[in-house]
Every structure is written in structure tokens, then in C-alpha cells.
């Protein structure tokens, strides 16, 4: 897609990206204050380049794209609203990757989704939620959330406190079947589970450990003391893992990544990782690579 078609796209928030809701994920009550020239305006931007190795990205922290529209301050590991990078597309099915931070009170209002499966994580803080399937309830730190937007769904998201900022995960993770009927779930994860080894946190089969979703993907947490190792074995050998750090430092297949940065890498069987600080976190990601 070229720099056109995804700025009209955006303003117009079609289904060619995200299901109708690329622009409409943007939106809040006051949506009116962030002005088409400023979407437009990135035209000018010099595009980052993405670190490629032979079957790996590194996505530095530094290197993601942001927008700070005062309410909402995020970073976007993927091309997203006014942020556009062709190398930045997406990783296999991972399609967005969004590290947002709102402020007290505020929110993303009413908007449309529709074929994607769309997970939730709190860093800091609670989400007030909404939906038209009837759904409403609050999604604190500590907790996951997420959504098959199938056939179609509207909802809000909103900073449940007024006195302190919500920091949150939003990932979007192309679907394997089109049109299903939309579903709902949270589910309150065990701290003691991702203490110095990795916990499941998704994947595709309900029974399992975590929430589902409609894709052959696995998430996994941990949370790590200085100088611990640990190796994830992928569940599907044609998958690749996305190694995202939350915070702290870890070597990962001989990579280092700080705070933020990420290694997205394919065609192995397993990942090794050690941390280098204590209280080290990192999120896997594994994904289809061919979608």
C-alpha cells in the first residue's frame, strides 16, 4: 500500500486495513481537535528504517512511530493512523502493536471493528469498557482482554480513574476465519505464573491456559530476576515470534533489547532469552508468518 492509499484510507477509516476501524480506533469525543492536516502531515516525516537481518527485524524503541495528541500519547510499532511506514506493515498475522498512555478521564469513544481479534493489555491503571454486544466492565493492570470483532462491533474504551494514567498494550492480530460471530472475554492472570519463567497467557484453543482467539498464535508473559535464562520453544515451526520488552533488558538469540525494543524473528525452533536487570518483562508474541 502506498502513502496515498493509506492517508485516505485513515481519513476514512475503511475496511482495507483494520476492519473499519483504523481511523475509528483513533477516535474519542472530542476527536475533532486532531486535524486532518496533522493526519496529513506525516507526508513530510522521514521514514525510519527498520533493522533487518536475514530472518529477523529489530524494532528499536526509539524507532516506532508517535503521536502525542495531548488526551492520548502513543507509540505504534506498526503503521498506524498517522503514522505510515512501508516496512512497518505488519508482523505475519501481528497487525498493530499500539504502547498507549491516556490521561485521566479520557478515552476513545464509540467506534467501529470488524475482523480482527483485538487483545488488550493493561501496564498501569483500568479500562472502562463498552460494547454492543451488552458487555461493560472494567480491565485492570494485571488482567487481559480480548475481542473477535468477526462480523462487527462497536465499543468504548476509557480511563476508568480521573486522578492517574491508564498505560495499556493494544494488539491486533489478523483472524484465520472472516465474519464469525463477535465474542467477549477477560480473565485476571496470576502473577506468580510469569515470575522467572514464561506464562501462556493466549491461544488458539479455549481450553488451554489464557484467553483465545481465531488464529494459530500463542502469547506468553515473564517477568524475570537479573541473570535468569529461559527458551520458548515455538508451538508451530511455520510461525515467527514478535519479542517485545516491556521493561528491563534481556538478550534474545543474541540480541540485546532494551525497554520497549523488539526482535522480530522466524524460521527457528526456539528462542533463547536471559535477563540482564532484575525485574526484567518481556511479551512473546508467536504468529502465522504467511497471511
Not at 186 to 215: C, F, M, T, Y
Amino acid at each position: 500500500m502506498n502513502r496515498k492509499d493509506f492517508i485516505r484510507n485513515t481519513l476514512l477509516g475503511s475496511t482495507l486495513l483494520s476492519g473499519s476501524g483504523l481511523l475509528a480506533s483513533a477516535i474519542k469525543k472530542n476527536w475533532n481537535k486532531i486535524q486532518e492536516n496533522e493526519i496529513l502531515g506525516f507526508n513530510h516525516l522521514p521514514t525510519p528504517k527498520t533493522n533487518k537481518m536475514e530472518n529477523s527485524v529489530l524494532h528499536k524503541a526509539n524507532t516506532r512511530g508517535h503521536a502525542n495528541h495531548g488526551w492520548l500519547d502513543a507509540h505504534h510499532s506498526f503503521s498506524f493512523a498517522s503514522y505510515y511506514n512501508p516496512e512497518r506493515m505488519q508482523f505475519g498475522a501481528l497487525r498493530v502493536l499500539n504502547d498507549d498512555m491516556v490521561s485521566e478521564g479520557q478515552g476513545f469513544g464509540t467506534h467501529p471493528h470488524d475482523n480482527m481479534e483485538i487483545i488488550t493489555i493493561p501496564l498501569e491503571g483500568a479500562i472502562e469498557h463498552k460494547d454492543s454486544m451488552g458487555n461493560s466492565s472494567v480491565i485492570r493492570a494485571g488482567e487481559i482482554q480480548v475481542m473477535s470483532s468477526g462480523s462487527g462491533i462497536t465499543h468504548s474504551e476509557f480511563n476508568h480513574f480521573s486522578d492517574r494514567k491508564l498505560k495499556l498494550l493494544q494488539i491486533w492480530i489478523f483472524p484465520n476465519k472472516q465474519n464469525v460471530k463477535p465474542r467477549y472475554d477477560q480473565l485476571k492472570l496470576d502473577p506468580v505464573d510469569k515470575q522467572n519463567r514464561l506464562q501462556q497467557i493466549l491461544s488458539p484453543v479455549a481450553e488451554e491456559a489464557g484467553v483465545w482467539i481465531h488464529q494459530n498464535a500463542w502469547f506468553h508473559l515473564g517477568k524475570f530476576d537479573k541473570d535468569l535464562i529461559a527458551n520458548y520453544q515455538l508451538k508451530d515451526k511455520s510461525n515467527g515470534v514478535y519479542a517485545f520488552v516491556i521493561q528491563g533488558e534481556f538478550m534474545v538469540n543474541n540480541q540485546k533489547l532494551e525497554t520497549r525494543d523488539a526482535l522480530g524473528i522466524w524460521s527457528i525452533e526456539k528462542l533463547s532469552l536471559s535477563s540482564l536487570r532484575a525485574d526484567s518483562e518481556i511479551l512473546l508474541i508467536e504468529v502465522p508468518m504467511n497471511v
